[in-house]
T-cell receptor, first 115, second 113 residues
Framework: DQQVKQNSPSLSVQEGRISILNCDYT??????FLWYKKYPAEGPTFLISISSIKDKNEDGRFTVFLNKSAKHLSLHIVPSQPGDSAVYFCAARRAGGTSYGKLTFGQGTILTVHP | EAQVTQNPRYLITVTGKKLTVTCSQNMNHEYMSWYRQDPGLGLRQIYY???????DKGDVPEGYKVSRKEKRNFPLILESPSPNQTSLYFCASTTGVHNSPLHFGNGTRLTVT
């Protein structure tokens, strides 16, 4: 049962335009959401996160939006740059207990930004 | 430099030959874990450890063992590897601070023939 889903395997965007990556989740116990970026032959690197008590978090060109009622989050990259081309993973964490270190990941979306 | 180091980066082995993938972190993190990445499935947790001598199963623990004898090291052991364990493996660590992200190593590409 895939509790975190990224339904778009790939996304292609022109440099300078906006990239929007989407993620849906099913478990209402998730209280913290993260986006990771992964380049080939490297491990995932943390990009941005959002707590379930917020609906938006911004860091430079990256903004994450959370819609709890729809169990949906999205990552906006504006403006997109060729160096943003990578695989993006959405991840979620459950509240409480020993869960603080465990992340449940989506399948990933390959973003390609064309010059 | 703060990092999680895995070795080896690439490993090809045969069915049944025991192997160990090492993981070390220099950030004094209490929590360490192993994930495997497979196409269409994202990353799935294999095992985790909340501190020295404290380990527990993740979502896909079958066929794997771990140990945590020192805070910085968390090796992944495959006693009798099988072809379905061919995958990309990542070690990760984090502090116990609320909302701190996981820090990942660069991965180990394992092929079992």
């Amino acid at each position: 049962d895939q509790q975190v889903k990224q339904n778009s395997p790939s996304l292609s965007v022109q440099e300078g335009r906006i990239s929007i990556l989407n993620c849906d989740y099913t478990n209402s116990m998730f209280d913290y959401f993260l986006w990771y970026k992964k380049y080939p032959a490297e491990g995932p690197t943390f990009l941005i996160s959002i707590s379930s008590i917020k609906d938006k978090n911004e860091d430079g060109r990256f903004t994450v939006f959370l819609n709890k009622s729809a169990k949906h989050l999205s990552l906006h990259i504006v403006p997109s740059q060729p160096g943003d081309s990578a695989v993006y993973f959405c991840a979620a964490r459950r509240a409480g207990g020993t869960s603080y270190g465990k992340l449940t990941f989506g399948q990933g979306t390959i973003l390609t930004v064309h010059p | 430099e703060a990092q999680v180091t895995q070795n080896p980066r690439y490993l090809i082995t045969v069915t049944g030959k025991k192997l160990t993938v090492t993981c070390s972190q220099n950030m004094n993190h209490e929590y360490m874990s192993w994930y495997r990445q497979d196409p269409g499935l994202g990353l799935r947790q294999i095992y985790y450890s909340m501190n020295v001598e404290v380990t527990d199963k993740g979502d896909v623990p079958e066929g794997y063992k771990v140990s945590r004898k020192e805070k910085r090291n968390f090796p992944l052991i495959l006693e009798s590897p099988s072809p379905n364990q061919t995958s990309l493996y990542f070690c990760a660590s984090t502090t116990g601070v609320h909302n701190s992200p996981l820090h990942f190593g660069n991965g180990t590409r394992l092929t079992v023939t």
